[in-house]
């Protein structure tokens, strides 16, 4: 009898990192930007808990509202300039469900900069509990030839700043 994994490619290897353990927010830096969002009806599902696809949406938002006002940067006039600001990987660890109505304080530092991307470790807590951590690899491209180009200075200087701040 033939297994199903054994026709179908490799199975995926173990995660072997450790499960990350939720932090608790005095013990992020003092100087990091943090985004208030309320979860609203929309997030949620029938049992009204954030619906999982709709963290995504409130990270790229906070990353939308964190370049104006903790990096100065005009994130959209990099769009329209050519400049994408997408994803090359996301990942997420949940710690303890969201609710319709909640208030959760989301914090993003700045993991590694890289030559034509940059890596964030957001952090979500409802008050000093963390609910979820995102890690967000952005990559900046440009628009029309759909390639990674190198960080542009104004954000390379921005982001080691924001770094710097809040080492």
Do not use: K, W
């Not at 995102?134 to 390639?147: C, K, Q």
């Amino acid at each position: 009898m033939t297994l199903a994994s054994e026709t179908c490619g490799p199975r995926f290897a173990a995660d072997d990192r450790a499960r990350p353990s939720p932090v608790g927010a005095s013990t992020l830096p003092a100087a990091a930007y943090r985004a208030s969002r309320m979860v609203r009806f929309s997030d949620c599902d029938s049992a009204g808990i954030v619906y999982t696809p709709r963290y995504v949406d409130m990270l790229n938002g906070v990353i939308e509202d964190f370049f104006p006002a903790a990096l100065g940067l005009d994130y959209h006039g990099f769009i329209t300039a050519g400049i994408g600001l997408g994803y090359a990987s996301l990942q997420c660890d949940f710690f303890q469900p969201a609710r319709m109505g909640e208030f959760l304080s989301i914090t993003p530092l700045i993991d590694r900069i890289g030559g034509a991307s940059a890596g964030f470790i957001l952090h979500a807590h409802r008050g000093e509990d963390e609910v979820f951590r995102g890690r967000l690899t952005m990559v900046t491209t440009a628009i029309e030839a759909g390639r990674p180009i190198p960080l542009p200075a104004p954000i390379r200087a921005a982001l080691t700043r924001y770094q710097e701040q809040c080492q």
